[in-house]
């Protein structure tokens, strides 16, 4: 038989969003249900902020040891070890995931339904052998790319957000297509990593106002990594 629960705050997806604002509904008393199908932490653990902050770290280290025979300090030849790289980053998910789980959301007073959810009708969701129903409820899924339709791309190996930390060795070419923040983001830093003769670009509209805020932000490490970067504004994709 099916649980019925009636929460005050149901939250569906266990991303940054859906976490913040089950954990803030918690502190204040109010009763919550967070619903979430796969990893709690969303893409943000696996293909977001996080592993995009320890590639940033790795990046850093790499432009002071790059930077430092300029001051008069040098040793061996300065090499960078892609596989060893995505283990950083994984060990980095593995670290904060703990901190996501559904075993401390429950100890801080969410309730935690790892199942996926669908609604019955606009006050009623079933998840799993549950039944929800709420006073409101918040859709906090995120989004996934889709991948364009550009001919011959099927014939070459790419990279999404989900795949792009998983790099193992250094490509000979790399284009990055959008121009929004993360695209330019994640982009100077592979350039960044793999350090060496490399023909990259970006290709895509002119950069949007987020991302001139996201530049702006982030300045240095964009002059760093990105000064001698092409950017190819408007331009059709073709095989």
């Given at each position: 038989?099916?649980?019925?629960i009636t929460p005050d705050i149901c939250?569906?997806?266990?991303?940054?969003?859906?976490?913040?604002?089950?954990?803030?509904?918690?502190?204040?008393?109010?009763?919550?249900?967070?619903?979430?199908?796969?990893?709690?932490?969303?893409?943000?653990?696996?293909?977001?902020?996080?592993?995009?902050?320890?590639?940033?770290?790795?990046?850093?280290?790499?432009?002071?040891?790059?930077?430092?025979?300029?001051?008069?300090?040098?040793?061996?030849?300065?090499?960078?070890?892609?596989?060893?790289?995505?283990?950083?980053?994984?060990?980095?998910?593995?670290?904060?995931?703990?901190?996501?789980?559904?075993?401390?959301?429950?100890?801080?007073?969410?309730?935690?339904?790892?199942?996926?959810?669908?609604?019955?009708?606009?006050?009623?969701?079933?998840?799993?052998?549950?039944?929800?129903?709420?006073?409101?409820?918040?859709?906090?899924?995120?989004?996934?790319?889709?991948?364009?339709?550009?001919?011959?791309?099927?014939?070459?190996?790419?990279?999404?957000?989900?795949?792009?930390?998983?790099?193992?060795r250094k490509p000979s070419h790399l284009?990055?297509?959008?121009?929004?923040?993360?695209?330019?983001?994640?982009?100077?830093?592979?350039?960044?990593?793999?350090?060496?003769?490399?023909?990259?670009?970006?290709?895509?509209?002119?950069?949007?106002?987020?991302?001139?805020?996201?530049?702006?932000?982030?300045?240095?490490?964009?002059?760093?990594?990105?000064?001698?970067?092409?950017?190819?504004?408007?331009?059709?994709?073709?095989?």
């Amino acid at each position: 038989m099916a649980e019925l629960i009636t929460p005050d705050i149901c939250v569906v997806g266990g991303g940054p969003a859906g976490i913040a604002l089950a954990l803030g509904a918690a502190r204040r008393g109010v009763p919550v249900v967070l619903i979430e199908k796969d990893q709690m932490g969303g893409a943000n653990l696996t293909s977001g902020a996080i592993p995009s902050k320890a590639l940033g770290a790795a990046a850093s280290h790499h432009d002071v040891l790059r930077r430092a025979p300029a001051f008069g300090v040098s040793g061996a030849p300065l090499q960078v070890n892609l596989s060893k790289v995505s283990d950083h980053i994984r060990s980095v998910g593995e670290a904060v995931a703990p901190q996501l789980s559904a075993e401390r959301l429950t100890a801080l007073g969410v309730r935690v339904i790892n199942a996926p959810a669908r609604f019955l009708d606009r006050r009623t969701l079933i998840a799993d052998e549950h039944t929800v129903i709420a006073r409101r409820f918040v859709i906090a899924t995120g989004a996934i790319p889709r991948v364009p339709e550009i001919p011959g791309l099927d014939d070459v190996d790419y990279m999404v957000p989900e795949t792009a930390f998983e790099i193992s060795r250094k490509p000979s070419h790399l284009i990055v297509l959008g121009a929004g923040a993360y695209a330019w983001f994640e982009g100077c830093m592979a350039v960044g990593m793999v350090a060496g003769p490399l023909t990259s670009g970006f290709l895509g509209t002119a950069l949007g106002l987020s991302s001139v805020f996201f530049l702006a932000a982030s300045l240095t490490l964009v002059i760093t990594l990105a000064s001698f970067l092409p950017v190819f504004s408007g331009h059709s994709i073709y095989k």
